[in-house]
């Protein structure tokens, strides 16, 4: 069976710092992978997309980048965090068969 | 422009009755697919279920069923029963190939905010 993988499940960071976030799936190939944002009490933004290797689509300009170095991994990064990065992220993956997504457990992020 | 609208910020309900949640979308796409998600308090997202734009039927999965309108471009959610396990958030997706391209791309809306009272 198909999992997705997403960690840390929080983090907390100072203005400025790096970011790294991963998210992995087993169990499937060549998925279409999501990275979403939701702000407190908000819906989810769409961020990047990616539906292979190399490709990635980004949604908003933000201060954010993804990158999928495997087929599987999708990571999210930073160079220096601001504090409106502050928010619930969101990794997800489909498969090309038109099926719906599925989503990790999402990354809490405060940024202080 | 918004590709998917959730006009209720908030809905509340009373167990054991039924809820419309609303959802319209905006696309030029003609094969999109419609989903619903639940998200808790924990924030994990459920899925609970999807149409195709061109199923004939009205989806349906245990006490939740989508009244698809297609003409009106509307995907509302219709919790039967209501439980007070039901109480989430509740998002309208739409998956529609990107524009000039031959990837989908999911979007969500706002989101509603279920509250069921005893």
């Known amino acids: 069976s198909q999992t997705i993988h997403q960690w840390p499940a929080t983090l907390v960071q100072p203005v400025g710092s790096p970011l790294s976030l991963e998210c992995t799936v087993e169990?499937?190939?060549?998925?279409?992978l999501y990275w979403y944002r939701q702000a407190a009490g908000r819906g989810l933004q769409l961020l990047f997309y990616?539906?292979?290797?190399?490709?990635i689509s980004s949604e908003v300009p933000q201060n954010l980048s993804a990158s999928r170095p495997q087929d599987r991994q999708f990571i999210l990064s930073s160079k220096k965090l601001l504090l409106s990065d502050s928010g619930f992220y969101l990794c997800a993956w489909r498969s090309k068969l038109n099926t719906e997504a599925f989503f990790g457990q999402g990354t809490r992020l405060t940024v202080v | 422009a918004q590709k998917i609208t959730q006009t209720q910020p908030g809905m509340f309900v009373q167990e054991k009755e039924a809820v419309t949640l609303d959802c319209t979308y905006d696309t030029s796409d003609p094969s999109y697919g419609l989903f619903w998600y639940k998200q808790p308090s924990s924030g994990e997202m459920i899925f609970l279920i999807y149409?195709?734009?061109?199923?004939?039927q009205n989806a349906t999965e245990g006490r939740y069923s989508l009244n698809f309108q297609k003409a009106r471009k509307s995907a509302n959610l219709v919790i039967s029963a209501s439980q007070l396990g039901d109480s989430a958030m509740y998002f309208c997706?739409?998956?529609?190939?990107?524009?000039?391209?031959?990837?989908?791309?999911?979007?969500f809306g706002k989101g509603t905010l279920l509250t069921v009272n005893p």
């Open positions: 997706a739409m998956r529609e190939r990107e524009s000039g391209g031959s990837n989908y791309k999911l979007t």
């Open positions: 169990g499937t190939s060549n998925p279409n």
């Open positions: 149409q195709g734009s061109y199923d004939q």
């Open positions: 990616s539906v292979g290797i190399g490709q």
